[in-house]
């Protein structure tokens, strides 16, 4: 069997763990993805199965759209929910004093648009003298990274309460570069606005040229495996970059 499925990765799985089970769906034994989701993120995950992994590098380079969740307020270790806090400067949901309006946070957006250096998170897979940093930060070591250029195509906030702070969080969409870290993003504009902050929910909407409503859960996937139908949702490298090819 070989191609590509397009998995709606769920919430607490790792990529790895959707590729382990699709490996063990389908018994082929060469199977892989063209971009790790962390655990708590949902959404778009290119598998690839076959003959088809060896097209995973075409797949690599395209430009990503996430929605997520912003909480202010509270600053986290690894920039997520599931990290420990570090800092928590905000008041109870029901007291909270901040004045940060709507209109204060579309302003920072706006300084994060367009070309911009990014300093990678400690939690990340980015190797340093052949070390990957998460495996640093687990031993409570942190050490200088150096800062890399992504695109910010476009962010936006994609709620209306205002002002904002009332819920001690909001909802936004970003369409970037490859290698934006939307963890590292979200505790820049924290810092930013002298609040700190941590994501606490994200989906992975587009992952060039694949979108979610192309992506199939993980439970439709087994059952089309045990009726043996799986090879019908299957798609071809080759036509996806044919089309590719043609600007899409």
Same mark, same amino acid.
């Not at 199939?216 to 799986?230: G, Q």
């Given at each position: 069997?070989?191609?590509?499925?397009?998995?709606?990765?769920?919430?607490?799985?790792?990529?790895?763990?959707?590729?382990?089970?699709? *490996?063990?769906?389908?018994?082929?034994?060469?199977?892989?993805? &063209?971009?790790?989701?962390?655990?708590?993120?949902? !959404?778009?995950?290119?598998?690839?199965?076959?003959?088809?992994?060896?097209?995973?590098?075409?797949?690599?380079?395209?430009? #990503?759209?996430?929605?997520?969740?912003?909480?202010? !307020?509270?600053?986290?270790?690894?920039?997520?929910?599931?990290?420990?806090?570090?800092? &928590?400067?905000?008041?109870?949901?029901?007291?909270?004093?901040?004045?940060?309006?709507?209109?204060?946070?579309?302003?920072?957006?706006?300084?994060?648009?367009?070309?911009?250096?990014? %300093?990678?998170?400690?939690?990340?897979? %980015? #190797?340093?003298? !052949?070390? #990957?940093?998460?495996?640093?930060? *687990?031993?409570?070591?942190? %050490?200088? *990274?150096?800062? *890399?250029?992504?695109?910010?195509?476009?962010?936006r906030l994609t709620q209306n309460e205002t002002p904002l702070a009332t819920a001690n969080r909001f909802m936004f969409s970003v369409l970037c570069s490859? !290698?934006?870290?939307?963890?590292?993003?979200?505790?820049d504009i924290g810092d930013e606005l002298g609040c700190g902050a941590h994501l606490c929910a994200l989906e992975r909407f587009y992952a060039h040229p694949?979108?979610?409503?192309?992506?199939?859960?993980?439970?439709?996937?087994?059952?089309?495996?045990?009726?043996?139908?799986?090879?019908?949702?299957?798609?071809?490298?080759?036509?996806?970059?044919?089309?590719k090819g043609q600007g899409g």
């Open positions: 069997m070989d191609g590509i499925i397009i998995v709606n990765k769920p919430k607490g799985w790792t990529s790895f763990d959707v590729v382990a089970k699709i *490996r063990n769906l389908t018994r082929v034994k060469k199977v892989g993805h &063209s971009g790790t989701l962390d655990p708590m993120a949902t !959404g778009v995950l290119p598998v690839f199965l076959g003959k088809a992994t060896k097209s995973i590098q075409y797949f690599l380079n395209g430009d #990503k759209g996430y929605n997520g969740e912003m909480v202010l !307020g509270v600053r986290t270790d690894t920039g997520d929910a599931e990290g420990k806090i570090q800092t &928590s400067n905000l008041q109870p949901q029901n007291k909270l004093q901040i004045p940060i309006s709507k209109s204060q946070i579309e302003a920072i957006f706006t300084k994060y648009t367009g070309e911009i250096e990014q %300093v990678p998170p400690m939690y990340s897979a %980015v #190797k340093i003298k !052949g070390k #990957k940093l998460y495996e640093l930060a *687990r031993q409570g070591i942190e %050490v200088k *990274r150096q800062p *890399r250029k992504i695109n910010i195509y476009e962010l490859k !290698g934006t870290y939307i963890r590292q993003l979200v505790m694949f979108h979610v409503s192309q992506a199939l859960d993980m439970e439709t996937i087994v059952t089309l495996a045990k009726a043996d139908i799986l090879s019908t949702v299957i798609l071809s490298p080759e036509e996806i970059l044919d089309i």
